[in-house]
């Protein structure tokens, strides 16, 4: 099954390009292109995508905006962020406006590959000089000194899962740690996401680095 693919840059140049790269995966269809963010917008209502590419720096709202009103208005939509910008203002803007990835332009065409398959199938891809930086923000903050061991009321099974998902492992990875099915751990991922009140796996990951679940 094909991800339709929607690109959202400035830069016809970049477009181009990342269409050149990306058209050739076999389970990757780029089903349109926008160069502003109200372009993107109407893209996203008009076509549906199932991951969009979001660059940051656009000329009318910034891709961080676009991000918030295409989550708002169609939450089953994944965006994952393809940026220059790696500082921690942007990274966290994006995550906190719904994004699933977040990806440097200068990353290597296989990491870029992994982050729209894993926001596709519901995962977050974080670049792992990026990702530090959640561990990093939590490590600077202060934090009741038993709140890593109150997880709301999960199990034991459900904490280990848990523990995983936030550091971007697929169920099937996960099956294969604990030794138990991928369908197993969709039934724990789903009890998880119900007993914290959490709708997407971006959510689930702030939630992990707010309680300091994850692996340093």
């Given at each position: 099954m094909s991800i339709n693919l929607l690109l959202v840059d400035d830069h016809a140049v970049v477009r181009s390009g990342l269409r050149m790269l990306l058209g050739s995966e076999s389970d990757v269809e780029i089903v349109g292109e926008a160069g502003t963010a109200r372009e993107a917008i109407e893209a996203a209502e008009q076509l549906r995508p199932d991951v969009i590419l979001m660059d940051i720096g656009l000329p009318d709202l910034s891709g961080i905006e676009a991000t918030r009103e295409i989550k708002k208005r169609f939450p089953k939509v994944a965006i994952v962020a393809l940026t220059?910008?790696?500082?921690?203002?942007?990274?966290?803007?994006m995550l906190e406006a719904g994004a699933s990835g977040y990806v440097p332009k200068r990353a290597a065409p296989?990491?870029?590959?992994?982050?729209?398959?894993?926001?596709?199938?519901?995962?977050?891809?974080?670049?792992?000089?990026?990702?530090?930086?959640?561990v990093k923000?939590?490590?600077?903050?202060?934090?009741?000194?038993?709140?890593?061991?109150?997880?709301?009321?999960?199990?034991?099974?459900?904490?280990?899962v848990l523990t995983y998902l936030a550091e971007g492992a697929s169920n099937n990875q996960i099956g294969a740690a604990l030794v138990i099915s991928p369908k197993t751990v969709e039934r724990h991922r789903e009890n998880i996401m119900r007993k914290l009140n959490l709708h997407s796996r971006s959510e689930l990951v702030r939630y992990a680095i707010r309680k300091g679940i994850i692996k340093a």
């Open positions: 220059i910008h790696e500082d921690e203002e942007y990274f966290f803007k296989d990491e870029l590959l992994t982050a729209i398959r894993a926001a596709a199938s519901g995962e977050v891809y974080l670049y792992p000089s990026l990702a530090k930086l959640l923000d939590y490590l600077n903050q202060e934090h009741p000194a038993d709140e890593k061991n109150n997880l709301d009321g999960l199990t034991d099974r459900e904490r280990e």
